[in-house]
């Protein structure tokens, strides 16, 4: 059963800015739920400094893709890079954007903290839940491991129209946007947060960001992917494990997209700039992880540069990729 953005206070605010979308004075803002949280946090303090509004609106992934790509909006918030069906779209609007990664995230795994039987997941566990094939088959906890309670299983997931939803899927079953679909989707994670909250027999995935700020209300499985290069046995979500790489497969980069052509407004310029010079320290301080500061500086150079286009080939979500690597290869031409 899908639902969408509860939306709440906060949101009403900024569906209240987004009514300005049509004044070239306000920077226009969407996309994924999980780089809301950034964005929210870099437009209060970016305000403070500067008298731009900035409207923030919460659409997914691929809602902000669409509206971004439509010329609706300046920026878009992403969960995962862009798709080539996404950036043809944007060519056909004469929409050219310029991908900046903003930090990382360690996509969590979790369950109701009255579970006193599961500590840890294997990734062929994850994927003998999620992928097509279990649909209305695996429905309990022993039969994704035999030494768990014969209990029903119920589950609980980004939304389809997320990033965080095909980079999951991407991940633990190995095709981006598939999976099984008999399970409780929201694009609102603070909804999922309190769906496995409540629910002794729930299992759900989410960014980190959503677990960290919930620590008492739930509890993180670590994740095991049965590779040796990547660290020994299972590994739980952190900032140093999602950093240095050990937390595989779900560690993931975010990214916001601009139009080139936005840049030209000296409101969405600051906007970026501020972003970039100093709205990163925020990162943490919300609960994701900060790129290594070179990575920043290189993301300016590619804004400065005006430098369009996916460092990731237009082709999505891709697993165990290195943001800096790529950005360091380009500056060295070898980015294709």
């Not at 403070?48 to 010329?71: E, H, P, Q």
């Not at 954007?97 to 360690?106: C, K, L, S």
């Not at 981006?176 to 409540?198: I, M, N, P, Y």
């Not at 960014?207 to 020994?232: H, Q």
């Amino acid at each position: 059963m899908a639902r969408g953005v509860t939306g709440g206070v906060l949101m009403a605010m900024y569906a209240l800015l987004a009514g300005c979308s049509k004044d070239e004075g306000v920077v226009r803002i969407d996309g994924s739920s999980t780089v809301f949280p950034i964005m929210s946090a870099v437009s209060v303090e970016f305000q403070k400094a500067d008298l731009t509004k900035v409207a923030v609106g919460v659409s997914g992934t691929i809602g902000g893709f669409r509206k971004f790509c439509s010329g609706e909006i300046d920026v878009s918030g992403a969960s995962r890079p862009i798709t080539t069906a996404e950036s043809e779209h944007c060519r056909q609007n004469g929409v050219e954007y310029i991908e900046v990664p903003i930090a990382y995230d360690g996509l969590s795994v979790l369950v109701n903290p009255r579970n006193d039987w599961a500590r840890d997941i294997t990734v062929a566990e994850l994927r003998k839940i999620w992928e097509p094939a279990a649909q209305g088959t695996v429905k309990r906890w022993s039969q994704v491991r035999p030494s768990w309670p014969d209990k029903e299983l119920h589950l609980y997931g980004a939304g389809v129209d997320s990033g965080t939803y095909d980079y999951f899927t991407e991940a633990v079953v190995g095709t981006q946007h598939s999976s099984r679909t008999d399970f409780t989707s929201s694009e609102d994670d603070d909804a999922l947060v309190k769906d496995v909250a409540g629910d002794d027999l729930s299992l759900g995935f989410f960014g980190y960001m959503y677990y960290a700020k919930n620590r008492d209300k739930l509890k993180v499985l670590a994740v095991d992917d049965e590779n040796p290069s990547n660290g020994i046995g299972p590994i739980t979500p952190s900032p140093e494990t999602v950093r240095n790489g050990t937390y595989q497969p779900l560690s993931r980069p975010l990214f916001i997209y601009v139009a080139e052509k936005a840049l030209a407004r000296p409101q969405v310029a600051s906007f970026v700039n501020f972003y970039l010079e100093r709205g990163w320290k925020l990162v943490g301080q919300v609960g994701y992880v900060s790129l290594p500061t070179h990575a920043y500086a290189l993301g300016m150079s590619r804004v400065s540069a005006r430098t369009t286009g996916s460092l990731f080939g237009g082709q999505g979500s891709q697993v165990g990729v290195s943001v800096t690597d790529l950005l360091q290869r380009e500056t060295s031409g070898k980015v294709q």
